[in-house]
């Protein structure tokens, strides 16, 4: 863990700076994410859809794993590594039931995004150069408001993609 | 239902056909559904998301809700009714445990898009001429090979939506 830590600490002081303008809803926030200096994306919420699913436990949330052009061709053909300028964006709302759904259906068994969790916004960003000491991965992660997540946080990513280093590190399969 | 059959039948016989070509993914097949005549959208997995979901009971699905660039614009504005041109689309698939995620996690926590259901891909077409009969909407359903559902699945779709009227017969909202 420290040499991950002194790792992550290094690819700072050398991480560059993705300039953010207001995407068409969601966080605006102009902060850097701390560690590696990604702020959030403009457009993110235009990308085109990797994958859905839905986490219990503490995260309880529905998501959606979103992509730019880079991140769906390379799903699309099946390329590993993914190549660098590859974009990945995670959304996720709390897992709550619709109430004006189950009404129609006369049972409880519909579930919608609710409000934004804490961990409302991530991205994993692709160059092989720049985030070396991580997979080749820039790891970020937003509230609802944009301000990005603190150190400790971030520093808990990269530990918990490693097992997924047969596929690149990236946990989510392209739905088809 | 006897009134609302025969004005399906009714559309049946107006309805148009719309050209379609093999998406990114996903079904191809031909065959236009039955009684409104919609063939599936080319492109529509290249559209923007709109919201997810998870329903549970007999459909035991995580769906993605996927729109045009008119269905996109309507529900960022929140435009009401929706403008003719607008198709809203909404893949599913059977919500299954995902192994190595919760291998990863140490836990069961994490359910994914498995294969997919009978009921794999709908559409809702608005137009408010041609479909003035169902709410302005025209109504398709196809599984995973792109045949279209049968005639009694179809007409089961618009008394569905009706309790959802003061949305313009659409339950799901736009996830921000």
Redesign the interface.
Known sequence: MKRIAFLLAAVAVVAGVVVSTAP???PTHEEAAPILGIKIFPGY?????I???????N?ND???I?GNDAA?KAY?KGTLPFPDGTIIAR?A?S?VP?E??N???G???????GS?PDWYLQFMVKDSKKYAATGGWGFAEFDKDGKPADEAMHKACFP?HE??KARDFV?T????
Do not use: M, T
């Open positions: 068409a809803s969601g919420r235009d990308w085109r859809l994958s859905v699913a839905h986490e219990e436990g995260l529905l998501r959606a979103l769906i699309r959304l709302w897992y619709s004006e759904n009404k129609v259906f049972r409880n068994q519909s579930f919608v995004p934004a918990c097992p997924a946990f399969r392209y739905a088809p």
